[in-house]
């Protein structure tokens, strides 16, 4: 601040003789200088801290000192402007770290409730896996609670309804069974050949023949056998149709690759295996999962036995 007194008259003597400081009053511009202090000569007073504004009759900030019925303007007090400047700023940056504080404390409890939430739904899940390997396995689980019952009942109805709308149902008559190429958890796999209405000419397939003393609900595996009929992506195997033979168990069809699985062809010492092939079937592997991850599917037995082999992954050009 700057102060500017306008010569004797910021001067007085006697100031305390017939008054005490309460009976004062000195304004700046149009805010208020607050008396601390009344002697002989002096008469001190603490101005506000932040600038007042001007009164409509002047153009500075006159000091008046005021006193019963008299008025005395003593001279004029002038705020640097930096001053302001400066607590502005601060009073910026105050904030924005409060704002600061406030969001990094928000991110943290969000974070701690969101790890505590992912723990109890590990411990209460009681989702089961169903193996739905080829060649030994190819596990997958829709992202859902289910209850596990014990049941070694056929395809219920509303399964059989929805294989027949699929156009999924394949009658046995349609499917010669060839020789067993792989076992699983749940079942052998044999390589077979699809005839007959079914398809205009014979192909060859994969049927997987599900065991009949495994403790599995048949229902909510024909459901979850019947996503793999609606995964549509170069990279993932999709469910031919579903056969049911005379003896009531349960064939999976589904395409049969002729290289095999990963695993096997690798250690076969016949078969080149390059750089690039390597890093090829990594790319493709990764396509097939974020494509199952899309469809909200976890595949839970990611290995070199239980991805196949297909043509485009020898080639050079993929």
Partial sequence: MTLSLSGNEA???????????????????????????????????????????????EEKLYIRVKVGFLTVVVGDLTYSSSYGKDKYYMTIIATLSLVLLFVCAIIVLIVLRRRLLEKRK???????????????????????????????????EGSMILLKEKHLLISIDDLKIGKCIGQGNFGSVYKGTMIGAWKDSSTDVAVKILYQNREIDTTDFVKDTLRMSDFHHPNVITLLGICLSLDDKIHLVLPFM???????????????????????LGVDIAKGMEYLSKQRVVHRNLAARNCMYVISVLSPLG
């Fill in 258 to 280: 002729k290289y095999g699985d990963v695993l096997t062809y690798i250690k076969d010492e016949k078969n080149g295996f390059t750089n690039f092939n390597i890093l090829r």
């Fill in 11 to 57: 001067y007085g003597t006697g100031l305390d003789a017939v008054t005490n400081k309460d009976d004062y009053t000195i304004d700046v511009g149009d805010g208020e200088c607050i008396v601390t202090d009344l002697q002989k000569n002096n008469l001190t007073c603490k101005p506000p801290y932040t600038q007042p504004g001007i009164m409509p009759t």
């Fill in 122 to 156: 590990m411990k209460q899940s009681q989702n089961y896996v169903q193996n739905m390997q080829i060649s030994p396995g190819y596990e997958m689980i829709e992202e859902r609670k289910r209850k596990t019952v014990v049941r070694h009942s056929v395809i219920d």
